[in-house]
Structures are given as C-alpha cells and as structure tokens.
C-alpha cells in the first residue's frame, strides 16, 4: 500500500538483467509511480513504473541525463492484475506487459542504464516518494540475464488468459531475487536461493488478492473528486457534502450467495446507507434507494428501495461491523451488525427467506456499495482480504473458505471474488 516498500543494497553492476512483477493498480493517472528503483542519489538512478498517462516505462538519470521509453498503450484497468516484464540486454530496453511487447519508443535517450552497486526499492522511486499504489505478487530480478516473460508467465490452454508460472531453472545472479511475498510476516523474504531478503519499511500488508483469485474492491473508476478510496480501493472516504456520493464494488454476479463486511470507521450525517446495487445502474450523486437502483441499510436502522423508507432493524454508528448476506439464488437479502443479523434474519432458510431484510430482490446482475451524504463519512470494507483499513481482523470467524472475515460466514456463502464466482456463481 502507499507508503510502505522494500529495500536492500546491491552488490555488483551488469548491463543485462530481468524485472518480473504482478501488479494490480489501485489509481490511475497519478503521476510517476514506481514498481522498483536503484541508485544513490536523484542524478544517478534507474526505475520501472506507469506514468500520469498509465503508460508503463523505463527510466534513468545518468549524471543529470535522463533517458526514457515507454509504451503507447494505457493500463488504466483497477480490477485485473498486470504482469510486467523489463529485460535489459547490453542496456537494450524492452517492455513486456502480459506476456506481449507493445508498442513502445525511447522518449529520451536510446539505451538504458547498467544496474550499479546501490541501493534498489520495490514500490517507489529509490531516492524520493514516487510511491506504488496497488498490489505486488511474485516479484523477480534475474542479474546477468535478459529473460522472455514466458520463464515467469504462461498462456492458458483453455481461456488463453495470460496467467502466473513458477520460474524453474533460473540463474538468479549476484542481486537476483524472487519474492513471493506469502509470508505475512516477513514480506521480503527471497525464495530464489540467494538469501537476498528485503528490509520491510512501513505498514506493508499482505492480502489475499492475487493474479490468480482476483477480490472484489470499491472501484476507482467511479472515483470523482468528491470522495477518495485508499488501502486499496477498500476505505471509502466522503469529501464532500450536499449530495449523496455512491461507490460500488469491482466484480458482479447474477447468481449465487456471498458475503462482505464493512465497519463503520466515522458513520457520518444524513443516514448513510450500506447494500447491494445493479452496477449498470451506477450513479455518482444518488443514493442506492432512489429509483430502483439498489437495496440499502440506512444507519438509523430503516431500509430503503425504489424511494420507499421503512422499518427494518438496529441503528449502527460509527465502530459497528455490518455483514451483507447477498442470496442471488433465491433473491434475497439480509444484513447483520456485529455478527447478528437484523430482523431475526436466516440467511440460510433459502426461498422461505426468513427474516430477510428484501425478500423481493430483483433477478439482475448486484454487487456491493454504498452511499454517503456527509464529509465525515469513513467506511472500510472486507471483501474477505481480513483487514478493515490497514488494521487485521481481530478474530476471524468461522466458514470464510479460505477467505478471512471478522464474523462466521453463512453456510453457503463466499467472498466475491474471481475464483468463487467461477465455482459458485
């Protein structure tokens, strides 16, 4: 997450070597943000990363001389993971994004920068606080050789999706690493063989996203000005009042049962609301029960759909955990705070929905979101990754299939994530 990286020294130079990273982003058009750097100092420095433009590129400062490449493409997707590849050969550049070479030029310059005796940072510009905003998995370096992305990613025979492999057989060289980041404490241990470890510096968390089971996240690309999502696109922030400010989750689903969690960090004025909507419904200055949009919890305990306010359960305020329970089988839904659920509900009683919150829950596509009306409203949400913010859950509950949430899941249901829907949905 932002503000946090890794770091260590380097310990020889070499003209040829290999960068390997998945990426998820969490922003886009956020200035230079680096995935790794090295130098010593800000006249004499190398890093990867994507633009304010969202072009992945190379540069490098040599004495007050900078020189640049990057791609025409874009990666502005905040959903997906990204596999990066930058080879260097002799000081040749080249780009790889998804096991393919796109379009790219020299902007400045028309060679690279030999890696040199340094220090070298994963997730910002080594000198500076260029920082990454995103996730990181498997991330590797080959000194002494310019590898093909295909030694650290291969194409699925059936979906011909780019997707993650094991590098086998790899000579890693004097500064080669392979961190696979799977222990949460001690995200910077070296898997190559080579005992290059990472010193870990700031509040650095490991989530359960990965290239290979994507989670569901608030989405960036609603984003406006009008309020701000950090940690991860999972901590929605209101930073304006008058209107209603909607956010809604990354991934859908038309079918199946799931479950997610949100504490309520500052619950704000003006009733904010918690609940499921139709994405192609989105609307930045609305609220979920207008018009049909969606189905919402409002914090003074009432429900609304479609402009209709009732009586439903408890009021929740600000420390208060709310689980959504989201049955697309049976078309049903139901919320709990605090590990109860509202209205004596059983999420598990399927088309008899006892005590469901909506019982009448249209048969579309629905993800999770809410909406906020004052500035003071600070939401942090659980899509199964076990943090509320950048704090851990305290206790995980029972039946998360692999998944961590503060309360026991349902019987039945799962986080939406890419895997689970795959399976469930």
């Known amino acids: ?181 799977e222990n949460s404490g001690a995200l910077g241990t070296d898997s190559s063989g080579n005992t290059n470890t990472f010193t870990v510096n700031g509040n650095l968390k490991q989530a359960l996203d990965t290239p290979s089971n994507v989670h569901c996240t608030l989405n960036r690309l609603y984003r406006t000005n009008e309020y701000s999502l950090t940690n991860g696109n999972n901590t929605f922030t209101n930073a304006s009042s008058g209107n209603h400010r909607m956010t809604a989750g990354t991934l859908a689903a038309s079918s199946g049962k799931w479950y997610a969690e949100v504490k309520v960090t500052a619950v704000g004025g003006n009733y904010p609301q918690i609940g499921i909507i139709n994405p192609n419904l989105y609307k930045v200055n609305a609220d979920f029960g207008d018009t049909g949009r969606g189905y919402s919890y409002l914090s003074n305990g009432q429900k609304k759909y479609n402009n209709s306010v009732t009586s439903y359960g408890n009021s929740y305020t600000t420390g208060d955990i709310i689980g959504i329970a989201m049955d697309l089988d049976n078309n049903k839904l139901y919320f709990s705070k605090n590990g109860t659920f509202e209205n004596s509900g059983v999420p598990t009683s399927g088309s008899t929905g006892t005590g469901a919150a909506f019982s009448t829950v249209a048969d579309t596509f629905y993800t999770f979101g809410q909406t906020a009306y004052s500035t003071s409203s600070v939401y942090d949400w659980n899509f199964g990754n076990g943090f509320f913010g950048t704090t851990a859950i305290t206790s995980a509950g029972s039946n998360g299939n692999g998944s961590l949430f503060e309360y026991d899941v349902p019987s039945g249901y799962y986080a939406l994530n890419t895997k689970n829907i795959n399976t469930y949905g």
């Open 1 to 181: 997450m932002a503000n946090s990286y890794l770091t260590r020294s380097l310990a020889s130079t070499n003209t040829s070597w290999t960068f390997s990273a998945w990426v998820k982003r969490s922003g886009i058009s956020e200035g230079s943000i680096y995935l790794t750097s090295w130098g010593s100092n800000g006249v004499d420095a190398t890093g990867i990363g994507f633009n304010n433009d969202d072009e992945l590129f190379y540069y490098s400062e040599d004495g007050g001389s900078n020189r640049q490449r990057k791609t025409s493409a874009k990666y502005r997707d905040v959903n997906g993971w990204y596999h990066v590849v930058v080879k260097s050969s002799s000081n040749a550049i080249t780009l790889y994004v998804n096991g393919e070479e796109p379009t790219q030029s020299w902007v400045s310059g028309s060679a690279g920068q030999a890696l040199d005796t340094s220090t070298m940072a994963i997730g910002k510009w080594v000198t500076s606080n260029y920082y990454f905003n995103g996730y990181m998995s498997h991330v590797a370096f080959v000194d002494g050789q310019a590898l093909a992305p295909t030694v650290f990613g291969q194409t699925d025979s059936t979906s011909g999706i780019w997707k993650f492999k094991s590098p086998t057989g790899v000579t890693w060289g004097t500064n080669g690493f392979h961190l696979k980041m």
